[in-house]
C-alpha cells in the first residue's frame, strides 16, 4: 500500500515551535487534499488540520487556530505543518493522509474513513 511518511517531530518546550513534514515518494500528492491528524495516548485520533489539492483551501481545528500553519509545495511533493507556540497538550503522534475523493467538502468530515495512504507518524512532546 502506498503511504505516506512524516518528520520533523521531536522534544521541544512550551512556546516553541515544530515544522512537520509530510511526503511521498511513490505517487504523486498533486490531486490530493491532505490532512494532519494526532492522537494523544488513550485517546482517539482527530484532525488537526486540512488543505486542499492546490493549496487554496485549508481548514484547522479550534484547538490550533492561530498557531499552525498547513502549507505544501506538489514541486516537492511535500505538505508541511507549521507548529507555534506548542503547548503541552500538543503532545500527540502526527500523522498526515490522503483524503480518498476529490470533493474537499467531503474530506472536512476528519474521518478516518475518506482518508488512506496514512504514515506511520511521528512523535511531538512538548514539555520541559
Known amino acids: 500500500q502506498l503511504q505516506l511518511v512524516e518528520s520533523g517531530g521531536g522534544l521541544v518546550q512550551p512556546g516553541g515551535s515544530l515544522r512537520l513534514s509530510c511526503r511521498a515518494s511513490?505517487?504523486?500528492?498533486?490531486?490530493?487534499?491532505i490532512a494532519w491528524f494526532r492522537q494523544a495516548p488513550g485517546k482517539e485520533r482527530v484532525g488537526v488540520s486540512l488543505i486542499s489539492s492546490r493549496g487554496g483551501e485549508t481548514y484547522y481545528a479550534d484547538s490550533v487556530t492561530g498557531r499552525f500553519t498547513i502549507s505544501r509545495d506538489n514541486g516537492r511533493n511535500t505538505v508541511y505543518l507549521q507548529m507555534n507556540n506548542l503547548k503541552p497538550e500538543d503532545s500527540a503522534i502526527y500523522y498526515c493522509?490522503?483524503?480518498?475523493?476529490?470533493?474537499?467538502?467531503?474530506?472536512?468530515?476528519?474521518?478516518?474513513?475518506?482518508?488512506?495512504?496514512w504514515g506511520q507518524g511521528t512523535q511531538v512532546t512538548v514539555g520541559s
Open positions: 493522509a490522503a483524503c480518498r475523493t476529490v470533493l474537499y467538502r467531503t474530506c472536512l468530515n476528519l474521518g478516518d474513513a475518506e482518508y488512506g495512504s
Open positions: 511513490e505517487f504523486t500528492l498533486d490531486y490530493s487534499h
